[in-house]
């Protein structure tokens, strides 16, 4: 069901890559709702995923972009106004990345090139987005942007890795520059902690399924969906959330507030029970 939410308003979704995207969920609530929006991803995501079928769905323009590369993210901001005929509303940072997981790097044996990258795609790049936009003044007085972070950023996730680094990074980030740009510019910066999904990133992390699982059985609600998140996202982005700003907002069905579910000791239980169990 639509609310019509965002009607009028224009903005910038980054990461959408194929339908397991919340990018991507996000990008088609934000028509739904009443949004006009454009996409942007690298080249190479252009290419080898399916964004074009999600543009022509959504009438979006797509402006590729290295998001740690400034020159290219200045473009898609200058695209976008260009194409708007005016500035945005609000954007989305659905990016992350880690080839110390991809390649099952232990924490305690980092290749440093590849943390120094992890740092830079999942975190410093949106730092370099909101530099860009506020040196173009790219934002309407209380625009909204959001980003996408996970409570590995708070806690300990075996084989999360150097992505935690990154996500406490990415919060911190939503917190320096919200208080600038809510200053200066009544515009609002927040975070959504979002359960794990199986994204083509969170299918990366071994024992995602697992870890699904277990935080599935720990949340009263049981895990948020990717379109669930987009939902939450949109009311972020709408004008019902105009004093909310640098928050780091859990959307994970309560996890983030629990200690011990019944269900999830009922599994340990029986592992323990089982410890000395034939086969």
């Known amino acids: 069901m639509a609310y019509n939410l965002l009607a009028g308003k224009k903005g910038i979704i980054f990461g959408a890559l194929n339908e397991q995207s919340i990018a991507w969920k996000v990008a088609e609530r934000c028509i739904e709702e ?5 996409l942007s991803n690298t080249a190479l995501a252009y290419r080898m995923g399916e964004i074009k079928k999600l543009a022509e769905k959504c009438n979006a323009p797509f402006f590729p972009a290295d998001a740690t590369n400034v020159a290219e993210l200045e473009q898609v901001f200058r695209s976008s106004m260009e194409y708007f005929g005016g500035k945005i509303d609000f954007f989305l940072h659905s990016i992350g990345m880690s080839m110390n997981v991809r390649k ?3 924490y305690d044996d980092l290749d440093y090139d590849y943390y ?6 999942s975190a410093i790049s949106f730092h370099k987005m909101l530099q860009v936009a506020r040196k173009l003044d790219a934002i309407n007085e209380w625009g909204s942007v959001v980003a996408l972070t996970y409570i590995a950023a708070q806690r300990t996730f075996y084989r999360y890795n150097d992505m935690a680094e990154a996500k406490a990074a990415l919060e911190s980030i939503a917190r320096s520059f919200g208080y600038i740009y809510g200053r200066d510019k009544k515009i609002r910066i927040n975070t959504i902690s979002q359960s794990p999904t199986m994204t083509t990133a969170g299918s990366g992390v071994k024992g995602m ?4 699982d277990f935080s599935d059985r720990m949340s009263p609600l049981g895990n ?8 939450y996202c949109i009311t972020l982005f709408s004008d019902l959330t105009r004093k909310v700003t640098m928050q780091n907002l859990y959307h ?3 996890f983030s507030s629990m200690g011990m579910s019944l269900r999830a000791m009922e599994i340990i ?8 169990c034939e086969d």
């Not at 120094?116 to 795609?121: A, P």
């Not at 948020?224 to 939902?231: G, L, N, P, R």
């Not at 239980?269 to 000395?276: L, P, S, V």
């Open 34 to 38: 009443g949004a006009k929006i454009t």
């Open 209 to 212: 399924q697992n870890l699904m």
């Open 252 to 254: 994970d069905g309560g």
């Open 269 to 276: 239980n029986k592992g323990y029970d089982c410890q000395n």
């Open 104 to 106: 099952s790097r232990r």
């Open 224 to 231: 948020a969906t990717a379109d669930e998140c987009a939902d």
């Open 116 to 121: 120094l990258k992890t740092i830079d795609i």
